[in-house]
């Protein structure tokens, strides 16, 4: 009998545990993140060594943006799971939140060296080289990765990107026309093919694509100091004093000086 009311007992706590569990991924689809967050602590307490509740803490935490956090917990979710490519993987893009590339590198190396054609991890390795100032390593990894799956639109732009900063500007405009093709209202997308074009001396074809940048709400200080330049390029000086001017208000600490010595204002 007393066998029996034990394995009623566990029988009720392993149906408690996956309503909890149910609930847990809800409020993660939900984005209630902070509730995902706490449910699967909970879960945790009760099975300190399942990985995957270990896991499931730590990516509540990296979308709250508890980067360091999220490490630490994808650590504790790797030692009851070595082999998990996804820990791994997603604790190299916490690594790379915080600025620790040689620790990001280390992560996705372990992934690629069980599977080298990974493409979440050929993607990320390709971002984390170019956070490290290696656009040539970079093309190399978003390359492998388009070979994998070219159906994320979003890698052409970073691959366009990198093809900008080694200086061929033809397979980066190639990269980036496509990208505005399958997502017209990618505003980043508009502004870097308005840098393009403004590189390649078309500086009507850049104040366009600087025009559509800005109209789609992607408006940084940078931007207005290039439309500047592209409009001062084609005589439009009046008008490029404007966006100067607006670039000053903005972030006077870099462009306030520009504005005074391109449009000759006193400073008094």
Request: charged letters at 25%; glycine letters at 4%.
């Amino acid at each position: 009998m007393r066998n029996a009311g034990f394995l009623f007992l566990l029988a009720l706590c392993l149906f408690a545990c996956e309503d909890k569990e149910e609930a847990a991924f809800e409020a993660f689809k939900n984005e209630d993140f902070e509730q995902s967050l706490a449910i699967f602590k909970e879960l945790s307490s009760l099975d300190p060594q399942n990985w995957y509740h270990l896991y499931n803490i730590a990516r509540s935490l990296e979308e709250l943006g508890r980067y360091n956090e999220a490490i630490t917990w994808y650590g504790k979710s790797l030692k009851y799971n070595e082999k998990a490519n996804e820990i791994l993987i997603a604790r190299a893009r916490c690594l790379l939140k915080t600025d620790y590339l040689d620790g990001a590198k280390t992560d996705l190396f372990r992934v690629l060296q069980r599977d080298e054609e990974n493409f979440e991890a050929n993607y990320l390795m390709g971002r984390v080289m170019m956070a490290d100032n290696d656009p040539w390593g970079a093309l190399s990894y978003y390359n492998k990765a388009i070979k994998k799956d070219d159906s994320d639109v979003t890698l052409f732009y970073h691959r366009a990107i990198v093809m900008g900063t080694v200086g061929n500007g033809y397979m980066a405009l190639r990269d980036i026309n496509y990208v505005i093709s399958q997502k017209p209202d990618f505003n980043q997308a508009y502004f870097n093919r308005g840098i393009l074009q403004m590189r390649a001396g078309r500086y009507a074809e850049a104040i366009e694509d600087f025009d559509t940048a800005e109209a789609l709400a992607y408006a940084p200080a940078d931007l207005y100091v290039r439309r500047a330049d592209c409009k001062s390029s084609v005589g439009l000086n009046s008008a490029a004093c404007t966006d100067y001017k607006i670039a000053s208000d903005m972030d006077p600490k870099h462009y306030k000086k520009v504005f005074l010595e391109m449009c000759a204002v006193s400073s008094n």
